[in-house]
């Protein structure tokens, strides 16, 4: 798919990486998420010029409000997506809250400089595996 399997390189309980062959959806934390929303890189975030767009700053802004008001939201929470060549955040995906009745939504945006690569194709293919080896059919 897409030129290279999807594989894992979860760590945490709850936390999966997913790796797809160009790009990494990394699960964002709070503190993450705060970044994203102040539109502030940490000293070791690496983003493109363009991200976060207003698309991830509404994105991470749910996040945390879901954070605050549900608790941990992973793995059914808000993932940066890198691309593996660079390292550079580039866009965001996630699902759009908890799993209810065996389903989930995704919801994903991509800097203007990324689109146009297939990169929102791959990573909801990436995503998916996330909600499939949790069971879930829909």
Not at 119 to 132: C, F, N, Q, R, S
Request: hydrophobic share 40%; charged share 20%; net charge negative.
């Amino acid at each position: 798919m897409f030129g290279g399997s999807l594989w894992r390189l979860g760590s945490l309980p709850g936390m999966t990486e997913v790796r797809t062959s160009r790009l990494e959806l990394h699960p964002i934390d709070v503190a993450e998420g705060e970044r994203i929303v102040a539109k502030e890189a940490g000293p070791t975030d690496g983003w493109e010029h363009d991200f976060p767009f207003d698309g991830d700053v509404i994105a991470a802004t749910t996040f945390l409000r879901a954070s605050i008001e549900c608790g941990e939201q992973q793995p059914f929470g808000f993932y940066r997506i890198s691309r593996l060549s660079d390292g550079l955040a580039v866009g965001g995906i996630g699902f759009k809250g908890q799993p209810v009745d065996g389903t989930v939504e995704i919801g994903y945006g991509l800097a203007p400089s990324a689109r146009g690569h297939v990169y929102a194709a791959e990573a909801v293919a990436g995503l998916l595996t996330v909600a499939i080896d949790r069971g879930l059919p829909r």
